[in-house]
C-alpha cells in the first residue's frame, strides 16, 4: 500500500506556472504507475498526466500537451507536475494517484492509490 502527500498548489494570475509535487510512502514507489488528475467544482475528475514506473513513458491529456510536465524521482519516492501557461478554467482541486501496474491508465477508475488533493486557483 501507498500514501500520497500533494503539496504546491496556491494562487497563481492566468499564464503563471506552479510546481506540484506528490510525495509517496513506502519502498516500492519505483514500481508503481503514477498519475495527475484534476476536479473542477460540479465536474468530474478528468485526467491531466501520467508517467510509467521508469519514468520512460509519459501520457498527457490534450488540453495541457505543451504546457505541463510530468516527472518523478523514484530516489525521493516523489512526482512533480510543472504546470506552466495556466489558464482560469483550470482552477481545480489536482490529485495525484498511483497504481502498481507496467501499464498506465488515463482513467481515474485505473488506479487504487489517491492523495487527499492541492488546490490551484488561477485568477484572470
Known amino acids: 500500500q501507498v500514501q500520497l502527500v500533494e503539496s504546491g498548489g496556491g494562487l497563481v494570475q492566468a499564464g503563471g506556472s506552479l510546481r506540484l509535487s506528490c510525495a509517496a510512502s513506502?519502498?516500492?514507489?519505483?514500481?508503481?504507475?503514477m498519475g495527475w488528475f484534476r476536479q473542477a467544482p460540479g465536474k468530474e475528475r478528468e485526467f491531466v498526466a501520467a508517467i510509467s514506473w521508469s519514468g520512460g513513458r509519459t501520457y498527457y491529456a490534450d488540453s495541457v500537451k505543451g504546457r505541463f510536465t510530468i516527472s518523478r524521482d523514484n530516489a525521493k519516492n516523489t512526482v512533480y507536475l510543472q504546470m506552466s501557461s495556466l489558464k482560469p478554467e483550470e482552477t481545480a482541486v489536482y490529485y495525484c494517484?498511483?497504481?502498481?501496474?507496467?501499464?498506465?491508465?488515463?482513467?481515474?477508475?485505473?488506479?487504487?492509490?489517491w492523495g487527499q488533493g492541492t488546490q490551484v486557483t488561477v485568477s484572470s
Open positions: 513506502g519502498r516500492t514507489f519505483g514500481s508503481y504507475t
Open positions: 494517484a498511483a497504481e502498481r501496474s507496467l501499464v498506465v491508465h488515463t482513467t481515474a477508475r485505473g488506479y487504487d492509490y
